[in-house]
Structure formats: C-alpha cells, structure tokens
C-alpha cells in the first residue's frame, strides 16, 4: 500500500551531495513530494527532510539505497514514530474589502501573521503540519490565491516522554 | 617536510596503495602526470581508446583481484571511460578511473575539453570526486581506493584540475581512512546463521544460487565446502562461474535466460535456495512471481540493498560472502546434522536424470558449430584459460560450454552486457597474469567494437587469443528476431566485415581461419602455441541460436529447448 513517509537524512556538508540524492531518486524512479536542505548545528553535517511516497518493498529500497551513498551518514524514518513536523508557507490572496475582516479572522484561528498588505491582498504567513496548512490553504481559496511559497516540510523525532 | 607537486603525490599514493601498472591515454591536461610517470617504475599501458583503458583496468581487477587503475585526459578522454565505468558499476569491480580537468579557475567556463565528469559519472560509479585543493589529494587517492576495494567493490573516478596536479604542498602520508558514513558489514548477524543451519538440518531439496559475490570476495573454498559437506547441489549466474568447480558432480551449470534443463528445474522444484552473492537480476530470475515457487530464500549478501530488491526472501544475512560461509560451516561442524534423508538423495537422483534426460546438446553438422569451437577449445587448454568473451551468443556459448574451475577465469560483462568488453578485457587479464593463456571468445560483430587494442596486445607482446565465432550477423539479436519477430532480420546481417586474417595481419598480429569442422583443431592448436596475438577466425554456422532460452518474462521452467 502506498503510503506517505517523511526521512530524515543526515549528510555530508559537501557541493554534489544533494545531486547524488536528487539523482538516485530520478534514476530509479522514486517519488519526491517536497525536500528541504540546510546546515545543521555541526557545520560539516546537513540535514535533509524529505517526503517521500511508496508501498514497503519500495520504502525499504528508497532507504538502503539512499544509506548505501557514500556522503549519507544517517536515514531515519520519523513515519510511525512520534515526531513533530513543520512547514512555513507564504501566501498571497486575493483582500478586497468586504473579506479583510474574514480573511484576517481566518489568519488569526490559525495563528498566522500578515506580513504585507496591499489595497486588495495580504501576504499571509503560516507555520504548521500538513494538516493545518492544508486546512488553511482550503478555507483561503474561495477568496482567490494569487501565489504560494512552501518551504516543504521539516521534522524531529519527539524525545521518549517517559525517560525525561 | 619535502614538497611534491599534485602530480607526484598521486604517483606515490598509487604505489603506497599497491599498484604497479596502470592503463591509460594522454591528453592536455594531464601532460604533468605523464611527465612524472616517465620518472617513476609504475608500469602504463598505452591503450588506444580510453573505453579500452577502462576495460582493460577491470579485467586486469578480476583477473587478479587487486584495484585496476586508470588515468585519462579531460573531454572526450573522460566521456570515453563512462562505458567501461558502468560496465564496471554493474559487475562491482574495484577500479580507480582518474580524469584530468580544465584549470579549477576555468571550470564552468565551457572551456576547451571541459565536461563535468563527475556530474556524469555520479549515476555510474560507487563513488566520484573533484579535487579543488592539492592538499586534499593524497586523502582523496586513499579514500577512494578503500571505497573501491571494501564492502561491495566498485568503480571510483578521481577528477583532478591540472592547476591542482602543478602545484605544490608539503606531502605526509594520510592516515586510515575513518568515514563515519560508510562501514560495510562484513560479519554477519549469528541469529541468522543459526537459522539458516537449521533450514539446511530440515531442508529436502537444498539449493545453493551462488553469483558474483563469491568471486570478489574469493568465497570459493568456503563455498565448496559448503556444497560437499551437506550434498547441496550448486547453480550460479553468468558472474558466478569459476566460483564453484564446473568439473563438480554437484555443479548444474549455470541458471537463468540460456541455463541448463537440470539447474533451471531445479531452481523451480527446491525447497531451499541458499542465494550467495547475487542480486536476483531479470535474467536470472525469469517472472519473478514463479522464481524458486516451492523454496525457503536464505540471502547472503555484504550489500543490503540486493536484499529483498526484486524478491522477497526469508531469511536476509548482510556480510561478506567468505566470512559468512566460514561462520555457516563452522557452525554446521558443531551440529548434528544427521544422516542424509532419503529425500534429498531422491533429489540429487532427480537431479542427475535431469541431466541424462535433457543435457546440453548441439546437432554437428558439416559446418563449423560455435559450439563445437569452444569444446574443443576447452579440451585444448585443458579447461585452464582464462576466458573473457564479448557479448551475445559467443558470451554464452562460452559460459555453457567451457567449464571453469577457478573464481577469475571467467572474464565477460553481466549486468550491463557491454559489446567490445573482451578484447580490451584480454590486454588487461593478460597483464595481470603473464604466464596464462588469456582467449577473448568473440562474436564477428562485438570484436569491431574495440578492434583497435590489438594494436595494444601487439605492442606491449600481450599474447591474448581471438575466437571469432564468425556468423555474419549480430547474433542474439538475430536470434531474438527469429524466434520472436518472425524472422524479419532488421539490420542484424553484417552486408560487409573486414577480412579477420589480413586484420589480424596488419595489426603485426597472427591470423588463421577455419570453414570446415575438420579444421577447427588444427586452427586452435596452432594459436594456441603461437607467441604473439593471434585472431582466429572460425567461419560458423549462419543461423545457430542458444539453447535452452527462456523467453523475456516468462517462468524459468519454461524453456524452448531447441
């Protein structure tokens, strides 16, 4: 069954390291959903979230195989493990000014922040999981869209609440 | 602390890392490294095109189961390598592929010879790098010849900047390479031999599938040992000859698309398949969902990305082949295994009525057989030669036909099926084992492909054996036609090919031929003691094809046989 599954990948910090993975992915025809790349706090390791889709057989190869580059130091599969997930979405809608005060209501249950304002749209800022930013992206549309920014989704293992 | 220049660091980490010859072409910008090269004792191989170099490194790796190195120019000198470097990726060979580059200064400019060869090598190689720092060089070479040579070998190219290989830095021997990201299992889980000891305790119809893995590894003796202590039949692929005595009443013949009757009924009746070394490609495996139906998959392999690829197996064991079968049979010597069931003497008697039933047979006729020139070539030398062969036919003719006994004696390519892979193949073989007799076993379409490295053999005294199976056409795929595409013969049939003997002849080469089977002995017995190179050109039968055949995508079991 396919199945959403979001890896966490340590790497070296080197140039070529993201083609090699960008690569293997188009190479053996495995699927990319978002992907996000940026230092972590040891300055030589960078940390790679990536979701991904597949059913098990497929997952499993996606993870040895992307184990089995030389730059890859750690793949963990946060998927059926407790962890937190984010993801930063800029939007640009559509703010005439019968629906300001909706549209800022609608920001304001979601916690988001306007970061621009024009005579007929805001530059919304939101923060969240899939699901809100999902939930957020629904409620918007009717008023129209004009843009997106995504930065793809982030995540961390939740500690073992239990040991702490 | 001395200074050395970019240049003379790589030759002296080439020699800190064992090697004494290298293959390989000059150009622009890797003049430096020629000039210190003619300075130095290492031993280069001047080929004639660098896919040869590339192949000839490899062969020369097989053969003698060190790392095969090879330096070229920038350009075209490094695109030329990408076909020998994936014939190496496929196979898991250890070679060393170094590549001159434009100044790191022009890099990105479209400079002239200018290509970014490690950008097209990343899908092809175990690992690539570009070096920027001269500092950085002598770490590099170490680290690179650890990764080709460790874990699952492979092919490792080195990008070297020809400002990088000018200047100067103080040079000190690096230390062991420690990379946190890269530690092959080579000792593998004991839980799971102790299953795996268990399964073989209660199996009826045990199987050994042994592949490539036992090769590199030189997992031979431990694989034997194996097969005789517990009456465990042995098939292997097309990469695994030579890993299990073909002369052995155990051995089946090799499995797959062009196996033998007895080793694929056997896959497809065994209640255990003991899988070393292999990765279950397509032409093995047949339609994966009928492959070994009744058997228990043990898998061992030191790369646990073969595992669970293209078949599901039980019971997955990640090491090295030869440190696995040295823990498997140590643990079986302290088991009671029992007394041998009559079962699994029901299935070795089974086995051997396959093999009465159905053997591996030809029609002789009054033209020369392809067949027929390998028997009688494997008669001649005794079944000692090492063997590297082009691809098609002759490639399988050769793995049905000669019976090898030795892990490097059979010398072709498997996974990519690279055309014009023998006869640079045999320079190399034969540098690395001069007292042997090497034959690249030819087909009259793959031996143009890289013709010009006679020349190679003629110059250094490399005296490597040609069989042509000379058929006038693109043999497999004319056999592919005829059994499946009703004979439409699209561009299969060479209209024209050059005269092999007067070839062989203007290359400073010996040539011969034969058109009739009376004179095939006398053709092979007369290279076979020649001194120099020789092409032999053996005028084959037109329209021969391999048998059995499983066809693409069909169950294993279900092979024509005629």
């Keep these: 069954m396919t199945k959403k599954h979001i890896l966490s990948i340590l790497v070296d910090n080197e140039p070529g390291v993201l083609s090699r993975i960008a690569g293997l992915f188009s190479g053996r025809g495995y699927n990319i959903d978002s992907l996000c790349v940026a230092e972590t706090a040891e300055p030589f390791v960078s940390r790679i979230t990536m979701v991904t889709k597949g059913d098990s057989m497929i997952l499993e190869q996606i993870k040895k195989q992307v184990n089995k580059i030389i730059n890859v130091i750690k793949v963990t599969d946060l998927t ?6 984010r993801e930063l979405v800029l939007l640009k809608v559509n703010a005439k000014a019968e629906h300001r005060a909706e ?12 970061v621009d304002v024009g005579q007929e749209h805001f530059t919304i800022n939101i923060i969240g999981d899939t699901d809100k930013i999902t939930a957020i992206l629904t409620l918007l549309k009717p008023f129209g869209i004009r843009e997106i920014a995504r930065t793809g989704c982030i995540a961390m293992f939740r500690e073992n609440k239990s040991k702490s | 602390m001395s200074k050395l220049t970019g240049a003379q660091i790589l030759l002296r980490m080439l020699k800190e890392e064992g090697v004494d010859t290298i293959f390989g072409y000059p150009g622009g910008v890797v003049l430096d490294i020629y000039d210190e090269l003619a300075r130095t004792d290492l031993k280069h191989i001047l080929v004639r095109h660098e896919q040869g170099a590339v192949h000839a490194a490899d062969a020369y790796a097989r053969a003698s189961g060190k790392v095969g190195v090879c330096l070229v120019t920038s350009g075209p000198g490094a695109t030329n390598t990408v076909t020998g470097i994936a014939t190496a990726n496929m196979d898991s060979i250890p070679i060393v592929v170094i590549t001159g580059q434009v100044p790191t200064k022009l890099i990105g400019n479209d400079a002239f010879q200018e290509v970014d060869i490690v950008g097209i090598t990343r ?12 500092k950085d060089l002598a770490k590099t070479i170490k680290e690179a010849f650890h990764i080709a040579r460790s874990g699952r070998p492979g092919p490792v190219l080195i990008d070297l900047p020809k400002d990088v290989s000018i200047s100067k830095t103080s040079f000190k021997l690096p230390d062991d390479v420690q990379l946190r990201s890269y530690n092959p299992t080579y000792v593998p889980n004991r839980k799971q031999l102790l299953k795996v000891v268990d399964m073989i305790k209660k199996a009826k119809k045990p199987l050994i599938f042994s592949g490539g893995g036992v090769i590199l590894s030189r997992a031979h003796k431990e ?19 030579g890993g299990f005595s073909g002369m052995d009443p155990l051995w089946l013949g090799m499995l797959g698309m062009h196996g033998t009757y007895r080793a694929n009924m056997s896959v497809s009746e065994c209640d255990l398949m003991i899988a070393v070394g292999v990765r279950f490609d397509d032409r093995v495996t047949g339609k994966t969902d009928e492959f070994a139906p009744y058997a228990k998959i043990v898998q061992i392999d030191i790369d646990p990305t073969s595992i669970q690829k293209n078949i599901q197996v039980h019971v997955p064991v990640v090491g090295d082949c030869k440190i696995s079968l040295e823990l498997l049979n140590q643990m079986i010597d302290h088991e009671d295994m029992g007394e041998l069931k009559p079962e699994h003497q029901q299935w070795l008697d089974r086995i051997d009525n396959w093999k009465k039933t159905t053997p591996q047979v030809y029609d002789q006729t009054d033209v020369i057989k392809p067949q027929y020139v390998i028997e009688k070539l494997f008669e001649l030398t005794k079944g000692e030669a090492i063997i590297t062969t082009e691809v098609g036919q002759n490639q399988m003719w050769a793995a049905q036909y000669y019976h090898f006994t030795q892990p490097g004696q059979f010398i072709s390519s498997g996974g990519l099926g690279t055309m014009g892979f023998g006869l640079p193949a045999a320079v190399g073989a034969q540098v690395a084992a001069p007292d042997k007799l090497v034959v690249d076993i030819a087909g009259d379409g793959s031996i143009q492909m890289n013709i010009q490295e006679m020349a190679t053999a003629v110059q250094y005294n490399l005296p490597v054996k040609v069989v042509i199976l000379n058929n006038g056409f693109l043999g497999m795929v004319r056999q592919w036609q005829q059994l499946f595409y009703d004979k439409c013969y699209s561009s299969t049939k060479f209209q024209h090919t050059p005269d092999f003997v007067k070839l062989a002849e203007a290359y400073g080469a010996v040539g011969l031929r034969a058109t009739k089977p009376e004179e095939v002995e006398k053709v092979l017995k007369e290279g076979i003691v020649c001194k120099k190179a020789v092409i032999m050109d053996f005028v084959v039968e037109p329209e021969e094809c391999v048998y059995p055949m499983v066809p693409a995508g069909a169950p294993i079991s279900k092979m024509l046989l005629v």
Excluded: W
């Design chain 1, 80 to 85: 059926d493990q407790e962890f937190v997930e």
């Design chain 1, 103 to 114: 549209i800022l209501r609608i920001t304001d249950i979601f916690r988001g922040q306007v």
């Design chain 2, 123 to 134: 899908p092809c190689t175990k690992h690539n790098y570009l070096v920027k720092d001269v």
């Design chain 2, 223 to 241: 694989l034997a040992e194996l097969a005789k202590k517990n009456k465990i039949p042995v098939t292997s692929t097309l990469m695994g000859l």
